[in-house]
């Protein structure tokens, strides 16, 4: 059976030779991908959130990967009318630590596209991803901050076992039915990270205006 709540959608960037792919994507998503910041995007209409775009845009020729988000910028500031500010602020966060690194943090191949998916034995798969990104999907599923103090650099493919989690969870005494993201926390520290509660200084990426793009 499925576990409690456990909706993961499958959302994929990647920078092919001049071009850019996003399929399945939030403006939320795109806007968390270009600029990675610990508090993730607020504001704007609710479907900015929730609604979910194909996105295929071509360079005119080949553009170097620091040219990458300034492209995205134009696309959505002429498809989504899109308008944004960054400010900060401080609340109650996690830190996402590491005494060592994990066992299985394998590092991805060169050119390998940026993904997170689930797999087909109830695992959560993620391929070319950083540990700042990591800490930013786990900002998305708990709507709190979540900080990377793991210090290890570079891009990674690992997969969490939710099966194994459900495990140690239905061992533990009775409680309040477990949602997807319990399941989640203990599969995160099951493969060797840390989570701790801590007071974080947050940037935040504010939409101040979208609209719907047309059809084509």
Known sequence: ??????VVQEARVSFP???FEALNVTVYDLLQTLFGFSGGVQGGPKWAESDR?????KADGE????ERQQMVM?????RFKLAFHHDTKEESGLSLGARTR?????PAQDGEASEIHPGDRRQLIFRAVTMNRFALYLHQ???VPVEDHTGISGKFDF????DRAAVEIAAQPPGPPASFGDFLHTAVEQFGFQLEAQKVTVEITMIDRAERPSDN
């Open 53 to 57: 775009y194909d996105i295929a845009a």
């Open 159 to 162: 997969a969490l076992d939710l």
């Open 1 to 6: 059976s499925d576990l409690p709540g456990a």
């Open 17 to 19: 030779p001049g071009r």
């Open 63 to 66: 553009f170097a990967p620091g």
């Open 102 to 106: 994990p066992q299985n943090l394998d």
């Open 141 to 143: 599923i708990w709507r």
């Open 74 to 78: 134009a696309l959505l500031e002429d």
